[in-house]
């Protein structure tokens, strides 16, 4: 029975381990492993801090309804009421009350039809709740919160019956949960990025048209003239990332180029630095290795850090934008289709994706090796602390009355005297 209990204990115990490889600052910490491995989730910052994981595939396939947070203060994920509906490639937006919209995205299975129906997660209840179907179904598209507390989808994959995508933008009022279409026709693709900018549009750029290779042409949202405005581009590209920087840059690197023909796709290395409201666009230095389906992250020092990518075993990198110069950093990693979710104290947390399905990372800009693990190790001590007490007091009461009884034995002298 305490061999079991301590065999448990440790293995509770997350896979620890510390990494300063490379020329850039920084180190990657194993972080606590996922109960259920996921790729094509969604992964959002709640207000607290922590980090809600939602939907996704089990990687076999089949899509998942569960949710699990994360808690960066004690290196602990927990998990969160499901949803009603399993989904994967659907989008999960912070709304301004902290509430979380989850939209879209595909059954899974051998159907994978994508749906329109919506949820809305509620933190401080651990609960989800119907939200108003979208009005059309989708998957693969993209959902940013405007200034105004309204939701603007634009884009994904309809239903299979319908060989066209949906050319069709909706916008999500949570105040009154009622979906509307948004007016002018939207850019039909899907796997496009979205960005945010400051003055409240929203600039779209990559993805493709029904599998026929990605899409030529950038577009500019105007939210308070309804306008959709054309921008150029230059490689054409999806799976790519687009990563705003200061003063309304956007940052386009890697992706499916044109001619993808398996098995050896066009994959690119090269990367581009848009200036959305002026309609420019420069190319930056390419990537040390070609990348598409990874993420990339603005830190707080400015640099951006780009992780993962399918075909690809190599260490992560580091970009940076007023010297346009890579740096490498940490050992390299076989990981795509997860989540980076930039924490309040500037950490990055890496969740998911194939290659690494149950397993979450840590790369901490400013941390050292020696910090890092003790970091990631502390609630696990604690807790393996707790359990090694209660097996020892278990057995010391079990043996006690039996040592007791020995020690108080009268003592033959001639077993102690040679």
Same mark, same amino acid.
């Given at each position: ?22 020329? #850039? ?9 996922? @109960? ?12 607290? /801090?922590?980090?809600? +994981?939602? /939907?996704?595939?089990?990687?076999? &396939? ?68 119907? #939200? ?36 069709? #933008? ?7 949960? $009622?979906?509307?279409? @948004? ?73 499916? /180029?044109?001619?993808? +023909? ?12 848009? $200036? ?45 934008? &007023?010297?346009?110069?890579? $740096? ?13 979710? +930039? ?9 998911? &994706?194939? &290659? ?44 006690? @009355? ?6 108080? #034995? ?9």
């Amino acid at each position: 029975m305490y061999s079991a209990l301590l065999a448990a204990a440790f293995a509770l115990l997350p896979l620890s381990f510390t990494a300063k490889t490379g020329d #850039a600052p920084g180190v990657w910490s194993a972080a606590a492993s996922l @109960a259920t491995g996921r790729t094509g989730h969604t992964a959002t910052l709640l207000r607290d /801090g922590r980090v809600l +994981l939602v /939907g996704g595939d089990d990687g076999l &396939g089949h899509a998942l309804a569960s949710a699990t947070v994360f808690d960066p203060r004690l290196n602990l994920w927990r998990p969160a009421a499901s949803m009603r509906t399993a989904r994967v490639a659907h989008s999960a937006t912070l709304l301004p009350d902290g509430r979380v919209l989850v939209a879209g995205g595909f059954t899974g299975g051998d159907s994978l039809e994508s749906m329109a129906g919506a949820e809305i997660y509620d933190p401080a209840a651990d609960r989800w709740k119907d #939200a108003a179907p979208m009005l059309y179904p989708r998957a693969r598209h993209t959902a940013t919160l405007l200034p105004g507390g309204k939701v603007l989808v634009v884009g994904g994959i309809g239903p299979i019956s319908e060989a066209e995508l949906p050319s069709v #933008a909706e916008l999500y009022d949570p105040a009154v949960d $009622r979906w509307t279409a @948004a007016p002018g026709e939207a850019p039909a693709r899907e796997g496009q990025s979205a960005v945010l900018l400051s003055s409240g549009q929203v600039f779209l750029v990559g993805g493709q048209t029904g599998g026929l290779g990605p899409e030529d042409g950038a577009v500019l949202y105007d939210p308070a003239s309804n306008i959709w405005i054309t921008r150029p581009t230059g490689t054409p590209r999806f799976a790519q990332t687009a990563t705003l920087l200061p003063r309304d840059r956007v940052l386009v690197l890697g992706g499916f /180029g044109p001619e993808v +023909l398996p098995p050896s796709p066009n994959l690119l290395s090269t990367g581009e630095l848009h $200036r959305p409201s002026e309609g420019r666009l420069s190319a930056i230095a390419e990537m040390p290795d070609v990348r598409a389906e990874h993420s990339a992250t603005l830190l707080e020092s400015g640099q951006v850090l780009v992780v993962g990518g399918a075909y690809l075993v190599a260490p992560s990198i580091l970009y940076d934008p &007023g010297t346009d110069r890579w $740096r490498t950093t940490g050992p390299p990693i076989k990981r795509y289709g997860h989540t980076a979710t +930039l924490l309040r104290d500037g950490r990055v947390l890496v969740a998911g &994706g194939y &290659g690494a399905l149950t397993s979450a990372v840590i790369y901490d800009p400013a941390g050292s090796a020696l910090a890092g693990s003790a970091v990631l190790w502390l609630p696990a001590a604690v807790f393996l602390t707790a359990v090694l007490f209660t097996v020892l007091t278990a057995l010391v009461r079990r043996h006690r @009355a039996p040592l007791m009884a020995a020690l108080r #034995a009268p003592r033959d002298p001639d077993r102690w005297i040679e």
